[in-house]
Each structure stands twice: as C-alpha cells, then as structure tokens.
C-alpha cells in the first residue's frame, strides 16, 4: 500500500507563491509517476501537472504553464508543486497521486493523498 501526504497548502494574496509538497511511503518512491490535481467547489478534479519516475518528462495544464513547476526528490521519497503568480482561479482543493505509467490521465493514477487547500486571494 502506498500513502501519500501533502503538504503546504494555505492562504495567500494574487501574485503570491507556495510550495506543495507530497510525501510519499508505502513503496518505492521512484517506481511511480506523481501528478498533482485540483478541485475547486462544484467542480471536476483536473490535471494541473505530472512528472515521471525519473523526473525526465513532464506534463502541465495550459492554466498554469509558465507559472507552476513540478519536481521530485526520489531521495527524500517527495513530489513538489511550485506554485507562482498565484490567481484567485487557483483556488481549490490540490491532491497530489501516484501512478505506475507516465500518465495525464486522471484513470491512471492508483493513489491519492487526502489533499491540501489553496485558496488565492484578490
């Protein structure tokens, strides 16, 4: 079984940045791809950004390129979400998961942390 936990969420003003943080044990850290997901009130979770198991490759959703960055330490068994620029649309509930393939695929992803809450500020 694999757990997973987040870790950073918090309240900040438009412009602003935060870091998330996904604290994986369980398995080994470096055998999943992590993506990250958000879900705001009376919406679908969608994708905000995925990386491999390597770190080689990533994916990110047309919202939030050019202002989030995911990264992992497969070291510190970790998967980070580096949110600048922050706008009130981000707001929501982020989750991070893990997944056994490379996948923008929500269906992909076996496990989910219990998310962690942004809220952006105008």
């Known amino acids: 079984q694999v757990q997973l936990v987040e870790s950073g969420g918090g309240l900040v003003q438009a412009g602003g940045s935060l870091r998330l943080s996904c604290a994986v044990s369980?398995?080994?850290?470096?055998?999943?791809?992590m993506g990250w997901f958000r879900q705001a009130p009376g919406k679908e979770r969608e994708r905000v950004a995925a990386?491999?198991?390597?770190?080689?490759?990533?994916y990110y959703a047309d919202s939030v390129k050019g202002r989030f960055t995911i990264s992992r330490d497969n070291a510190k068994n970790t998967a980070y979400l580096q949110m600048n620029s922050l706008k009130p649309e981000d707001t929501a509930v982020y989750y991070c998961?893990?997944?056994?393939?490379?996948?923008?695929?929500?269906?992909?992803?076996?496990?989910w942390g219990q998310g962690t809450q942004v809220t952006v500020s105008s």
């Open positions: 998961a893990a997944a056994r393939i490379h996948s923008w695929a929500r269906d992909e992803y076996d496990y």
């Open positions: 990386i491999s198991r390597g770190g080689g490759s990533t």
């Open positions: 369980g398995r080994t850290f470096s055998s999943y791809a």
